[in-house]
């Protein structure tokens, strides 16, 4: 599967909040917080999910990886995915190991697994916090 999802009964709002929290004690930080659902609004378009995405970075990761491979610049930064689907709060994220396998260096599959086990250490802390 190409990606990790979990699954939290809170809402969207609270749970983009609480993994920003969790993220940042990790060495993450949020660049980006796109919501979906009120940019489209804004543009006319009616889309009732509340979907937002989160693009979300660790400077020093960051750096290594870029040295490891330039190549890694494709897929900065990491992408979270928090949306509702049938009445739950869906986190998710592509996993790094499956992108970092598209550039096809196997100097990179130790680095992704890294990143790869402490975002999903992150999403974990949320679900299990609902």
Known sequence: MFHYTV???QTVDHTVQALSEVLQDEGFGVLWDFDVKDT???????????YRILEVCNPQAAKEALTLNHMVGYFLPCKVVIYEE???????????TVLMDMIGDESLNEFAA????RM???????????
Do not use: F
């Open 7 to 9: 699954t939290t009964d």
């Open 40 to 50: 489209l609004k804004g543009k006319g378009i009616d889309y009732n999910r509340n």
């Open 86 to 96: 049938n009445g739950e709060t869906q986190v998710g994220m592509p996993k790094p």
């Open 114 to 117: 890294d990143i790869e086990k």
């Open 120 to 130: 999903a250490s992150c999403m974990d802390k949320v679900s299990r916090n609902s």
